[in-house]
C-alpha cells in the first residue's frame, strides 16, 4: 500500500484558509465527504471524538487527524496546505500548515495504523516537509506526496 492507494487528486488542497484547528477539520471533512460517501458533520464529529484523546499535531508544522467510521469500505486519506499555519494543540507548541488526514474503516485497525505509518514517514521526511511548503497547485503537492513514498518504498 502506497500513498497513492490512500490519497486521490481530489483529496488534495492547496492553500486551505482555516482560523482555527476546527475550521482546518472542517475543511477536511467538507473534502473528504464526497470521496467516502459520509456526511462532512459525520466526519467532523469524528475527527473531535479523536481530537480529545490527544492533539494530532505531531510537531514540525503537521497534523494527522485520523478515525474509523462505520459504513467505509476502505482507507481514505486527504492532504491539505493551509495558506496559514493555525494553532493545532501540536506536541511542540507549534502551529500547523501540512494536514494530512485519514478515515478508515471502523474495522479497519491493522490497515488503519499501517496507513499512519506510512503518511508518518513521508512527513517526517524534512525534505519532503520542505518540498510540499513549496508546491504552488493542488497537483504538485499530490505528485510530491506520492513520488516521495514510492521513493521511500524502494
Known amino acids: 500500500m502506497g500513498l497513492d492507494d490512500l490519497l486521490r487528486p481530489e483529496g ?9 484547528k476546527r475550521d ?3 475543511s ?9 460517501g ?7 464529529e469524528t475527527l473531535l471524538e479523536r481530537e480529545q484523546l490527544g492533539s494530532t499535531g505531531v510537531g514540525d508544522g503537521v497534523a494527522l487527524p485520523h478515525g474509523k467510521m462505520e459504513g467505509l ?5 486527504v492532504l491539505a496546505r493551509l495558506e496559514t499555519p493555525v ?4 506536541v511542540d507548541d507549534q502551529p500547523v500548515d501540512l494536514v494530512f488526514m485519514l ?10 495504523l499501517k496507513a499512519l505509518a506510512k503518511v508518518s514517514r513521508l ?7 520542505s518540498a510540499l511548503r513549496g508546491a504552488d497547485t493542488a497537483e504538485a503537492l499530490y505528485a510530491i506526496a506520492t513520488a516521495e513514498q514510492k521513493h521511500h518504498a524502494a
Not at 469500505?73 to 486519506?77: A, D, E, F, L, Y
Request: charged fraction near 20%; charge should be neutral; include cysteine.
Open 12 to 20: 488534495v488542497i492547496n492553500n486551505l484558509r482555516a482560523t482555527c
Open 24 to 26: 482546518a477539520l472542517q
Open 28 to 36: 477536511l471533512a467538507d473534502a473528504a465527504s464526497p470521496l467516502v
Open 38 to 44: 459520509r456526511p462532512a458533520s459525520e466526519i467532523v
Open 73 to 77: 469500505n476502505k482507507i481514505v486519506g
Open 87 to 90: 494553532s493545532f494543540d501540536a
Open 103 to 112: 478515515l478508515a474503516p471502523a474495522n479497519a485497525t491493522a490497515a488503519h
Open 123 to 129: 512527513l517526517r521526511d524534512g525534505d519532503a516537509r
